[in-house]
């Protein structure tokens, strides 16, 4: 038995007040493979935080058993500072109400530098250049500081994370069935955990502009391999992903048992537990570029009617809502048509039926790159 809980204090922003990250920790520190998982870090998304809840019992099961292989880290509750965030009765947990911005964006960009810190030290093996770069990262992980509650969240959860192998951030969409965000890299060697949790989509970006979690671990080693060339093998040693557990109002047991249980036969395929993993499923879908996925915008203030279903298939210029004006002096011509710009699958709707314009409606995953879709892939 190995696990051991450690409690890591953030400072008070205010007197008499204080939190912290609690992180349970399986196996040896520094054994391979590593995995780490943390659950809400958009405060409000729930369903991760119930997955992370099943996924520790079944851990702490197999660490009586001595089944864990290489090291496990879960942080349940990846952001205590907007889960405190209830303003009047609702949960404010997408961004920081003291003015930090979206909690899963701007994270420290971990491939300034890299270059430089790696520049003599690599060679022709794979294995050895892995090493240096984990180094490289670690030391200028170790160099940060940080004073305020949120900054040091951000590096502590950061030199946790940054030298695993798999990195899993538990989210999830508005209305939405399950996907998953992965850079171009990653694909089709994640194909296991996609099939496994269900994803019926999978979308990919070698930069959605945002600065996510799963992006600043992911993206360092194929930037960094695309700078150095192919004469210094640098792998993309850090299969980091978004995992968007369905809907915010999707949280019971029944689905957190299987989330679960998908993520531990994930951890078990990928030598982390002992022990035969169950079967991987058909896979629901094929990856789609992010720059496919048409989110559908609302063109004025007003409620949404929809019209599709979570999964239907649409072609271009479907309704996909009627978006009502309840001012309009004649409400039997109060509607105007919201309609999409790919052929795809619905993936998202949002559970917020009174809207302001250009706010994102529905995303659609098509085929086809978009040509509206640059700049800021990610919703904001
Ligand atoms: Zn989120």
Redesign the pocket.
């Known amino acids: 038995m190995s696990k051991r809980i450690d409690r890591i204090a953030l400072p008070s922003m205010s007197p008499g007040t204080d939190r912290y990250l609690k992180v349970h920790r399986y196996g040896t520190p520094g054994a391979r493979p590593k995995a780490y998982l943390q659950a809400s870090?958009?405060a409000d998304?729930i369903p991760g935080m119930m997955a992370a809840h099943h996924l520790i019992r079944r851990l702490d099961e197999a660490d009586k058993r001595g089944e864990i292989q290489g090291e496990i880290i879960v942080v349940p509750v990846a952001n205590p500072i907007g889960s405190n965030q209830v303003v009047n009765g609702i949960h404010a947990g997408?961004y920081e109400l003291r003015g930090g911005g979206n909690?899963?964006r701007r994270w420290p960009d971990l491939f300034a530098g890299l270059i430089e810190a790696t520049a003599g030290k690599l060679g022709t093996d794979a294995a050895s250049n892995v090493a240096v770069v984990r180094q490289a990262i670690g030391d200028k992980l170790a160099a940060m500081t940080a004073s305020g509650e949120l900054s040091v969240l951000r590096l502590e959860l950061s030199r946790l994370a940054y030298d695993a192998d798999f990195v899993l951030d538990l989210?999830?969409?508005d209305d939405s069935h399950v996907h998953l965000f992965l850079i171009p890299d990653h694909w089709p060697d994640g194909q296991d955990l996609a099939a496994l949790i269900g994803a019926e989509a999978v979308l990919l970006a070698a930069d959605s502009g945002g600065a996510s979690f799963d992006e600043v671990f992911s993206s360092p080693w194929a930037k960094l391999q695309e700078a150095v060339g192919a004469g210094y093998p640098v792998p993309a040693a850090c299969l980091a992903a978004?995992v968007?557990f369905r809907g915010r109002a999707d949280v019971f047991d029944e689905i957190g048992e299987k989330d679960a249980d998908a993520l531990y036969t994930f951890l078990q395929r990928r030598g982390l537990i002992a022990g035969k993993a169950r079967d991987v499923p058909s896979p629901r879908c094929q990856a789609t570029m992010l720059d496919a996925c048409d989110v559908v915008r609302s063109p004025a203030a007003g409620v949404l009617a929809y019209k599709v279903q979570l999964g239907q298939e649409v072609r271009t210029g479907d309704v996909i809502a009627e978006l009502i004006d309840p001012l309009a002096d004649d409400q039997a011509a109060a509607r105007q048509l919201i309609r999409c710009q790919t052929d795809g699958k619905v993936l998202s709707r949002s559970m917020h039926k009174l809207v302001a314009p250009g706010d994102s409606i529905a995303k659609v995953v098509g085929s086809k790159s978009l040509a509206y879709r640059t700049g800021l892939l990610l919703e904001d």
Do not use: Q
Request: glycine share 0%; hydrophobic share 20%; aromatic share 10%.
């Open positions: 870090l958009h998304e997408r909690f899963n989210h999830c969409d978004t968007e």
